[in-house]
Each structure stands twice: as structure tokens, then as C-alpha cells.
């Protein structure tokens, strides 16, 4: 192997996302479609023997964090599976996964023994009726209790409650999940709306950014400014009484392009090196004509060097992806 994978701007990537399913048990509208949308054909969706063969080779060219998601990917089935044979990749350290948590409570258990070890939750709304409006189902009880669930397993790390602040289409309760990172061991982190959804209702004026949510949190709280993690994409805030944590991830109106060190396999078997890339390269049509390892190395080198150096939203030559979020693996 030659070496880490880098692209023409000097970023190395460690941090593989992978999507197991573009399936989904909810149909957040910031994310799908009320009537959900075309499933990939079972068999475009890659194997688990596929995925580790690729995770193995990403492990050897550098990557050392493997995140899960979706679609929902624990409506994958034996997902467990997945992360143990992952998990006996040597040098993948960290093995994440991002759930709307609706079946957290009855997986979780064979997860961690799996190797699973960190998880963030998926979670707009603290009550039921602004629970179904966003995600056009039931379930946040279902989701409270796979989050209480996940206390159970100190190992797992910081629990992240995930929030998309989508400004005017439900009422955000910004102040309620300040109260909930401060209550409970969950670090609260405000994602800002991305044009990525299937609606393509995304537009500057939904935007709600993470310094208009921040500044409604120190309306009534004072926040400390904790240091950054290395290719960090949240800025992290103590509360000034040390009663937890919240975050802002803030990509549309902070971008952290610069420190990417992200790409994504989605579930049918393409490497995406941006969620805003035009095109991908495919790497289940090769494999499945029986490319060797140092053939796929190749291919995956030549899309790593073509990372985009941005995003480009707001600019005047962006074009939103063919692919939306729940296709691509958020
Ligand atoms: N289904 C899982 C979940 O919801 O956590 C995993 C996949 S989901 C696509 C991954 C993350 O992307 C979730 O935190 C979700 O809220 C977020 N997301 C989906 N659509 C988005 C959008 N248009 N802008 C910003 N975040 C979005
Ligand atoms: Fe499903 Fe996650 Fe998209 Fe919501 S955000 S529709 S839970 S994939």
C-alpha cells in the first residue's frame, strides 16, 4: 500500500461513513418525502462481506473511524454482524453510528458486544404532536427510551442528541434541549439545515443558524467555550455551572471544508468524497467483477485526490447532489 489517501488539497482522510440502507422507518421532512422514495434494489445494496473488504482496505490506507448511518441502519438486518467484523479490523478504532434510535432499545445490547463504541441520536422535537410533525410518525417514546437505554453502557462514550434547526417549520424547542443536555449525560448538538433534502425546500430563509440558536441559549444561559477536536465540526460549549454540554454544527454558515477529512460509501456501493460532490465513483461493479485489492486502491485514490475543495452552497454555481441525504449516508 502506498501510503495515506490525500487529496490535491493536502487533507487526509481518516473517517469513513457508511451506509448500510437507504431504508427508512421515519420521513423527516427535512430529510424524505411524506410518500418515502424509490428503495434501491436489494441487490445494489452491498454485502457485509463487501463492506468489510472496503473498510479493510480504508484501514490500510488510513481511515481509522468508521461511522454507520443511513437511511436508518439499524433497520438493516443483523446489523450487529456488521460492526463485529468491523470491529476485528485491527486498525479501525472507533465504530459509531448515527439512529433515528427507534430501535435502539432492543439493539443495542448485541451492539456494544459487537464493538460498538459511540452513538448519536437522532432528535427533533420533546413532545409527541411536534415529534410526528417532523418525522411523520409516532415514536419519540420509543427514541427517549433507547436514549435511556444508551445510559446503560458508560463505554459507549458521550451520548449525542443530534438536533436540525429548520427555522419556521415546527417550532424549535431550543430553550427544552438546552434544559435536556443540562438534566441528562447528553451532549445537545444543533445541526444547521442542509440542501440535501428530497423536497428541495431548503432555501436561505429556513436557515437557522447556529449563533441565532446560540445566542437564544445564553438568553438564558452563560456558555463556556470548550476546545476543539481535531477536523472538529461542532464548536462545543460547557454550561458555565457545569450542568453538560451543547454543540453547533454549523456547515452553511461556518463551513469547515478546509479540515474535511471525511468520505462516504453509500449503500449501493459508491464513494462519495463530499455530501455535495456531482458525481461518485463505483466501487460494487468493480468488486463485483473481481477487481483485485490494488485495483480498488486505485480507484479509490484517483476519487480521493477529485475531493471538492467546498460545499459551495450559497455561491451561484452551487447545484443541489442528485442523491439526497437519506441515499447518501448523513
Ligand atoms: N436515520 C438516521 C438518523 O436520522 O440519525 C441516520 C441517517 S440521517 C440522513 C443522518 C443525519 O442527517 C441525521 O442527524 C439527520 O437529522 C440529518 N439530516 C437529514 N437531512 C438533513 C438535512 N437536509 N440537513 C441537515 N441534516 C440532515
Ligand atoms: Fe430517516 Fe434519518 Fe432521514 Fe429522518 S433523517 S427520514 S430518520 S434517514
Not at 437505554?149 to 434547526?165: C, D, F, M, S, W
Not at 470548550?226 to 462545543?236: D, F, G, K, N, P
Amino acid at each position: 500500500m502506498g501510503g495515506a489517501l490525500v487529496d490535491t488539497y493536502g487533507r487526509e482522510i481518516m473517517d469513513l461513513r457508511v451506509s448500510v440502507t437507504d431504508r427508512c422507518n421515519l420521513r423527516c421532512h427535512y430529510c424524505m418525502p411524506a410518500e418515502g422514495l424509490a428503495w434501491a434494489p436489494k441487490e445494489q445494496e452491498l454485502e457485509f462481506a463487501e463492506i468489510e473488504r472496503l473498510v479493510s482496505l480504508f484501514a490500510d490506507l488510513g481511515v481509522r473511524s468508521v461511522r454507520l448511518t443511513g437511511g436508518e441502519p439499524l433497520v438493516r438486518k443483523n446489523l450487529p454482524e456488521l460492526v463485529e467484523r468491523i470491529a476485528a479490523i485491527d486498525a479501525i478504532e472507533d465504530i459509531s453510528l448515527t439512529t433515528n434510535g427507534i430501535l435502539l432499545e432492543q439493539l443495542i445490547e448485541p451492539l456494544v458486544q459487537a464493538g460498538l463504541t459511540r452513538v448519536n441520536v437522532s432528535l427533533d422535537a420533546l413532545t409527541p404532536e411536534r415529534y410526528r410533525e417532523i418525522t411523520r410518525r409516532n415514536g419519540l417514546q420509543k427514541v427517549i427510551a433507547g436514549l435511556a437505554a444508551l445510559e446503560r453502557y458508560p463505554q459507549l462514550g458521550p451520548i449525542k442528541v443530534n438536533v436540525v434547526a429548520v427555522r419556521g417549520m415546527s417550532d424549535l424547542e431550543i430553550l427544552e434541549f438546552a434544559e435536556l443536555a443540562r438534566r441528562r449525560p447528553y451532549v445537545v448538538r444543533f445541526l444547521e439545515f442542509m440542501p440535501l433534502d428530497a423536497d428541495e425546500q431548503w432555501s436561505d430563509d429556513v436557515l437557522l443558524t447556529g449563533a441565532e440558536i446560540r445566542r437564544v441559549v445564553e438568553s438564558m444561559h452563560d456558555l463556556v467555550p470548550l476546545a476543539a477536536e481535531s477536523a472538529a465540526t461542532s464548536s462545543r460549549f460547557a454550561f458555565a455551572d457545569n450542568a453538560g454540554e451543547i454543540g453547533f454544527v454549523s456547515p452553511v454558515s461556518e463551513p469547515f471544508c478546509g479540515t474535511c477529512d471525511r468520505a462516504r460509501l453509500t449503500a449501493d456501493g459508491q464513494l462519495r468524497t463530499c455530501l455535495f460532490a456531482l458525481g461518485e465513483t463505483d466501487l460494487r461493479g468493480p468488486m463485483r467483477e473481481g477487481v483485485t485489492n490494488g485495483e480498488l486502491e486505485e480507484l479509490i485514490r484517483g476519487a480521493i485526490w477529485r475531493k471538492p475543495a467546498g460545499h459551495k452552497i450559497g455561491e451561484d454555481s452551487f447545484t443541489q447532489p442528485a442523491r439526497w441525504m437519506s441515499q447518501i449516508g448523513g
